[in-house]
């Protein structure tokens, strides 16, 4: 035979579904949120897209130049963040805090501890965080929808949450108004992040997600099932003062953090019955935060607090191994 | 404003008086010759003394139940610093060091097959034997880098173990992961060898090797004392090696090696040395 | 000589002699060790180290068939009424039967289980252990009755109270053949799930009787048995017609072959003659795997003989073979929904891989299977299984020298 033959360890076939491969279809399903996003805020979303993308890919390249490590810009993952990112960015973010982000979110978010798979958080939520905390007011200065708006006469709003948690502390009670407009959250027609507003264009995306087999339902199954039940126990006891479980679902950034950003796979545990618990988590923390904590959000918050509990989670939650179950020895 | 003040410094101080307290009562006695001669220790915890690190050996060493000269890393310095710590007399082991007997990487040797997987020689290895078509040579997957506590290794851009002379301690971890046994301990006044660890016929070795020993036996004619030959393949006698160098240029496949003169093809150690200690 | 797991037998016959076949011409050395037979008749050329499927060269009888395929005078039929167990066992032995699945383990060493584990289930394994192979279900399709009666034998000898048949549920033809076969006799045949790796033994085991095997348990522990139906056949023709084991069914199939088929073949017949038979080769094939996709061992060339475990041949194509570079991994827990033994095969590979070889046993790194699941699923197309094994090897060393 002239050619050399290949030879390997078994198995000899592989699925072909690869790393980038799976990237390259999560960025096609956050793509409606992103038509969604500059139909309602403009030319301004779309700004905020773009840098906060081509951020984190420099970034990422510059990172790993600087490491002596092989740019892998290509698989795509960066690009995700970047997107992520700037779907958790209000839309009149200016061109340097969109560009930080993008910075804190490769460099200090992923590119420190070692690259894609060693990150312990979700980099885009840990520069959103930062970004919050850093930058309030940018952060907090929101725009109302304009279809098609010009992106130049921007007015600003509060989100829903925001304007719950302003008239629950200033009142004690909730506006009954707010539980009013249910059909324009779903489509997204509300203040908010880029991204977070239309739960109909996410819910779309991650359709195709489940479809692609690249979503469980775990994660966010629990993440939703848990705010729903919680908060109506609220609801429930107090509906004058506490919004309904549907408010709680469709403003705000629940349905972006369930499905996307706490399904992130390297920073959430391998195990079915951790991800159970991981979205259980996720669910009463956010709940407490939006109803007791200072900030009117708490997904990015509750999700970066369960991220850091990932390790332990895989410690208490391996799966048995075939033949430990105890079920075998009958004879 | 006061207050604040107050109380932080309060708080400080109840907590330093408590640690100090802490590290008095639960001070844990410490040989003070057993500090003494972790400072002196390489602290690579290569394992080369047989304890897990470098702490054990101390413990070992204090407690009289190891010799002072099972540090090969250390080497002389060590040994006589740590006898003026134990207060005895004792004199260091030959320095010895590894160094991998084979040139053929892979524009120079043959493949039998294209090697898939995981990047380790013992995983290679048990795929019909290593696709290096050469049953002694190096795999060049880099098992041994891996290993080396010392970043004594180097693989080259055609995929072969170069071990440095100088950064090499002796402490054989190298030696252990390698499924080919080509790295072989030789004393480190020896800097010439014969870089090939293949016991086929010559005729085979020609086939898959541009630069292997074929066992012609003209080094060992020419310097009878300094070369042996055993099995097809010719190795230096380390002991007695003072005229070995007058060989190399006999070599007709050029697989004898004078390191102090420049390490094999590709390497980026010493390229040639400024002064040959041979040349004299 | 290496046709088997366990102690290789050791040449029993003379360059130059000539022999019949089903001659002895390799001797059982050890308990795990079954006898070789020559398959076919002819002249003995060469006794010396030749090329085998593990990879290296090993000890080998070469025999020049003198075309007439004339049977060896002492062959002994039994008559199965008249038989004790240790009869039928010797006589299994004697005729070097091995599981035909692909692992080849000696068939005698299965059927003496330690009298205090009772074998209550007997199961016969007719689902294909791997992709692309059909031999088990070209053999339940054209040889039912040779099945039937091994199958009737082994019940015999473990005096199992359930017998079942296994098939895969996208085989009705082979499911109705047997079930029309068995007929009346108290022999189940159980459609299973179609999903790998159901052929793998404690795998089918839980699916059949719903108990696992305890982890580093062996299937005689939950009172059960399991032997490949292709096995049974060649169980039945040992004990009856005295017939050893010199041939099987191989299925020679790829992308990279012309016309695939089922062969039956002698053991011990060149590669070189079985891809000949099949119309030859489409291209250069780019890997030469004997056995499955997922568990087979890729070779050197078409100069090795087929074995008693050579299930199948599959080639593939250049562009069949996956030569992605490895990635890192992002934990996407494929693997871990993936493994049939319920592991996390990317935390054993990644402490293997760093030698943390007392943290890889932790998480039960020996449990591994080596199907294969993990690392066909992996995204980051990390040798996940390569990993495992090597760290399996390095556990097994260190306890050996421990």
Known sequence: M??????????????????????????????????????FFGPAALTVLLIATLGCLATEVVCQRLMGQPVTIADGSAAITGVLLALNLPPSSPWWLTLLGAVIAIAIGKQVYGGLGSNPFNPALVARVVLLISFPVQMTTWSSPTPFGSGLDLVTTATPLGEWKNAVMLTGQMPPELQSGMVDYFLGNMAGCIGEVSALALLLGAGYLF?????????????????????????????????????????????LGAFYMATDMVTTPVSTKGMLFFGVGCGVLTVLIRLFGGYPEGVSFAILLMNAATPLIDRYTRPKTFGTSGQGATS | MLAAILSLGCIGLVAAIALGLAAKKFAVE??????????????????????????????ALVAGTIDLNQCPPGGADVVAKLARILGVEASAAAREIAVVLCQGDNRKAQVKYQYLGLADCTAAQKIAGGPKACPGGCLGLASCQR??????????????????????????????????????????ESAIHVLCNSHDKGAMVRKYCQIGCIGCHICKKTIPGAYKVEDFLATVVYEQDEEAIEAIGKCPTKCIRDFSDGYPEGSKLLPVAADKPHAA | MAQHIGAPAVASVEVGQSVAKGQEIGSAKGFVSVPVHAPTSGEVVAVESRPHPWGTSLPAVVIKPDGEDRWTADLQPGDPSALSVDDIV?????????????????????????????????????????????????????????????????????????????????KPDAIALLEKECAGAPVEILPLQVKYPQGAEKQLIAAVTGREVPSGGLPMDVGVAVHNVSTAAAVADAVLFGRPLIERVCTVTGPAIREPKNLRIRIGTPLSHLVEVC????????????????????????????????????????????????????????????????????????????????????????????????????????????????????????????
């Open chain 1, 2 to 39: 002239s050619k050399q033959l290949y030879l390997s360890s078994s198995p000899h076939i592989h699925s072909g579904d690869t790393t980038s491969k799976v990237m390259r279809a999560v960025l096609y399903s956050l793509l409606p949120a992103c038509a969604v996003a500059v139909y």
């Open chain 1, 211 to 255: 479809y692609k087999r690249i979503l469980t339902w775990h994660i966010p199954a629990t993440f939703v099932g848990t705010v729903v039940l919680f908060s109506s126990v609220f609801w429930l006891a107090s509906p004058d003062k506490y919004p309904n479980p549907l408010f709680h679902l469709l403003t705000g950034g629940l349905v």
């Open chain 2, 30 to 59: 410490v040989d003070p010759r057993e500090l003494a001669a972790m400072e002196v220790l390489p602290g690579a915890n290569c394992g080369a003394c047989g304890f897990p690190g470098c702490a054990g050996y101390a413990k």
């Open chain 2, 147 to 188: 290993a080396c506590p010392f970043d004594a290794i180097e693989m080259t851009a055609d995929g072969l173990a170069v071990i440095s002379r100088e950064k090499c301690t002796g402490c054989r971890k190298c030696l252990a992961v390698c499924p080919r046994n080509v790295i072989r301990m030789t004393p480190y």
């Open chain 3, 90 to 170: 010797e006589k299994v032995r004697l005729a070097g039967v091995v599981g035909m699945g692909g692992a080849a383990f000696p068939a005698h060493v299965k059927m003496s289980p330690p009298p205090e584990k009772k074998i209550s289930t007997l199961i016969f394994n007719g689902v294909e252990c791997e992709p692309y192979l059909t031999a088990d279900h070209r053999m339940m399709l054209e040889e039912p009755e040779r099945i039937l009666q091994g199958v009737a034998l082994l019940k015999y000898v473990f005096g199992a109270d359930r017998v079942v048949i296994g098939i895969e549920a996208n």
């Open chain 3, 279 to 402: 119309g030859g080769l489409t291209e250069d094939p780019g890997k030469i795997v004997l056995g499955g996709p997922m568990m087979g061992f890729t070779q050197l060339g078409f100069d090795v003989p087929a074995t008693r475990g050579t299930s199948g041949l599959l080639l593939l194509r250049d562009e069949d073979v996956d030569r992605q570079e490895e990635g890192p991994c992002i934990r996407c827990s494929r693997c871990v929904q993936a493994c049939p033994m319920h592991l996390l095969p990317t935390t054993i590979a990644a402490y293997s891989r760093r030698d943390l070889l007392a943290e890889a046993s932790e998480y039960c790194a020996m449990d591994c299977i080596e199907c294969g699941s993990c690392s066909y699923v992996c995204p980051a197309t990390i040798p996940l299984v390569q990993a495992i094994r090597y760290g399996k090897a390095a556990i097994l060393a260190k306890k050996r020298n421990s």
